[in-house]
């Protein structure tokens, strides 16, 4: 992904005439003494807390750019980690593998801590760059996490932005989840289209929370499962009773992560009150029974 190796060229001896009165330096027999040290070459590193105009999977040293963040740019590098134990002594993780678990767990926790919140809850993107395979042998043991905006929920093509994302998520901002009109065909939800929550609609973001360890297959055999977590979750958010007549009361709509993320260890999953039958015109947090009526 990069090259870090820097080439290093001795000129060779130049023979200066000497004239007239001018002593000729008189060498002491010694060839190597005068000859400073080579510095030992410095495998290359991307920066952190720093912009980047275009986004890769794969960084090579030859082509790596950064931009001031008050400028246009597509990803922001928010942490520079280093593998360690198998990972390290084995051949490069490839996008996808379990082996970039510990990877994405650091670039997770370190995006929390950047942004002042779970990215997961906002129209946020979260990728691990890499070195290339030959920079890998040659012994570069780096990871990168790098954090984007998206689109919307259901494009999560990253889109250029001004400004880092440093406490982005902290107080009222406009990256975060919150209310949605779900565009159908049929019975098939087609996206989500996002609405102030004072304007009619029918689904609402509630939180997310991690799923347990399985096999991408198994999970998406799961989907009752992820029905009942969400609706816990639903009933906690728009404080009514987690019980029978829940269902009663309002559905689910859910984001898992990709079967890219899931393989790499992400397990967060993004649930969404769903009301089917009326629309809603504010947020239904902390409505109580009253607010959110078993019908």
């Known amino acids: 992904m990069r090259r870090w190796l820097v080439a290093l060229a001795l000129a060779g001896a130049a023979t200066v005439a000497m004239s007239g009165c001018l002593r000729q330096h008189q060498g002491d027999g010694d060839l190597i003494d005068d000859w400073s040290a080579l510095p030992a070459p410095q495998l290359f590193v991307p920066a952190t807390d720093a912009c980047l105009p275009r986004i890769t999977a794969v960084v090579q040293a030859s082509t790596y750019d950064?931009?001031?963040?008050?400028?246009?740019?597509?990803?922001?590098?928010?942490?520079?980690?280093?593998?360690?134990?198998?990972?390290?002594?084995?051949?490069?993780?490839?996008?996808?593998?379990?082996?970039?678990?510990?990877?994405?767990?650091?670039?997770?926790?370190?995006?929390?801590?950047?942004?002042?919140?779970?990215?997961?809850?906002?129209?946020?993107?979260?990728?691990?760059?890499?070195?290339?395979?030959?920079?890998?042998?040659?012994?570069?043991?780096?990871?990168?996490?790098?954090?984007?905006?998206?689109?919307?929920?259901?494009?999560?093509r990253p889109v250029n932005r001004t400004g880092?994302?440093?406490?982005?998520?902290?107080?009222?901002?406009?990256?975060?989840?919150?209310?949605?009109?779900?565009?159908?065909?049929?019975?098939?939800?087609?996206?989500?289209?996002?609405?102030?929550?004072?304007?009619?609609?029918?689904?609402?973001?509630?939180?997310?929370?991690?799923?347990?360890?399985?096999?991408?297959?198994?999970?998406?055999?799961?989907?009752?499962?992820?029905?009942?977590?969400?609706?816990?979750?639903?009933?906690?958010?728009?404080?009514v009773p987690d019980n029978a007549d829940l269902p009663y009361r309002a559905g689910s709509i859910f984001y898992p992560p990709s079967q890219r993320e899931w393989q790499e260890g992400d397990r967060g999953i993004r649930c969404f009150l769903w009301s089917d039958d009326r629309k809603l015109t504010r947020s239904m947090r902390g409505v109580g029974p009253k607010g959110l009526p078993a019908s």
């Open 66 to 156: 950064t931009v001031d963040c008050a400028r246009s740019h597509l990803a922001e590098a928010i942490h520079v980690g280093a593998f360690t134990g198998a990972a390290e002594r084995g051949p490069r993780p490839e996008p996808g593998s379990p082996a970039l678990r510990p990877a994405r767990a650091e670039c997770d926790q370190r995006a929390r801590e950047v942004l002042g919140g779970d990215w997961h809850s906002a129209r946020l993107t979260l990728n691990i760059a890499l070195p290339s395979v030959s920079a890998w042998n040659g012994g570069a043991r780096w990871y990168r996490c790098d954090l984007s905006e998206t689109d919307s929920i259901d494009n999560t």
């Open 164 to 239: 880092s994302l440093r406490g982005a998520m902290i107080g009222d901002n406009p990256l975060s989840h919150r209310c949605f009109d779900p565009k159908l065909i049929g019975d098939n939800l087609n996206y989500m289209a996002p609405v102030l929550c004072s304007e009619p609609h029918r689904a609402e973001f509630v939180g997310v929370y991690l799923e347990r360890d399985m096999s991408w297959e198994e999970f998406t055999k799961a989907n009752q499962q992820v029905h009942r977590r969400c609706m816990a979750l639903i009933a906690s958010f728009a404080e």
